[in-house]
């Protein structure tokens, strides 16, 4: 329990600061600002329950690790479970803190950095491209997750280097989709917003559970030593 538990405030953590970087201060911040929102909750999670849960705080990480044989089927649906919940409730945060705001006008005005294609797509990003857009982030990801916590000298740097991967896919992704990555990331704010973002969540469940499939067994295949 205590791993389900760090994951559920690992991934209210994230979604609390990422998400709300982007709602609250994302035109002061600019895309690199809200990246390295996204990268530092990360960072800082890795060093507080790395050792407890390994910080996944992201299903398609989780998925990841469990093709590769590092997670039990129980412990994968677990902290599946733990983690959208942990999702919610830092966006149910961050709407109340908005809401608390005299200037901010609620928070379906500020989008909760939701994720979005199309119309909702800072460049217009259609659907096709969102999904491939996501899967390719999602896979660079999660394949550098696998590698650097597959070693144990890695340990010291490990959230480090997490971290600052998920801020550059950020950079990239931001402009397209507002990057996902993250299934539990982008449910949270869709179920606050309703409409669209509710409509077009779908790509960004699908998209990152397929790219963290293609990591695991990328990874999988490349490290086997039957090859």
């Keep these: 329990m205590k791993r389900y538990i760090s994951e559920l405030i690992g991934t209210m953590v994230l979604v609390l600061f990422g998400c709300g970087s982007a709602a609250i201060a994302g035109a002061v911040l ?3 600002g809200i990246a390295f929102a996204f990268g530092l909750s990360i960072i800082a999670m890795a060093y507080v329950i790395g050792d407890i849960s390994g910080c996944h705080i992201n299903p398609a990480v989780s998925i990841g690790m469990w093709i590769d044989g590092r997670m039990e089927t129980k412990d994968l649906i677990l902290y599946i479970v733990f983690q959208c919940i942990g999702a919610i409730i ?4 961050l709407a109340v803190i908005i809401n608390s705001s005299a200037h901010l006008g609620g928070y379906a005005l500020t989008g909760l950095g939701q994720n979005g294609f199309g119309p909702a797509s800072s460049v217009g990003l259609n659907a096709v ?3 491939i857009v996501e899967i390719i982030l999602t896979f660079v990801f999660v394949f550098t997750v ?3 916590t597959d070693k144990v000298e890695n340990g010291a740097v490990a959230g480090i280097v997490i971290g600052l ?7 990239m992704g931001i402009p397209l989709t507002g990057t996902s990555v993250n299934p539990a990331r982008s449910l949270a704010p869709a179920l606050f917003m309703g409409g669209q973002a509710l409509q077009q969540v779908w790509v960004f469940i699908l998209a990152p559970v397929v790219g963290a499939i293609i990591a695991g067994l990328f990874y999988k295949v490349l490290t086997s030593e039957d090859i």
């Design 30 to 32: 600019g895309n690199l």
């Design 165 to 171: 991967t998920l801020t550059f896919v950020h950079i």
């Design 90 to 93: 830092g966006i149910a945060i």
């Design 146 to 148: 696998l590698g650097v």
């Design 129 to 131: 491209g969102a999904i």
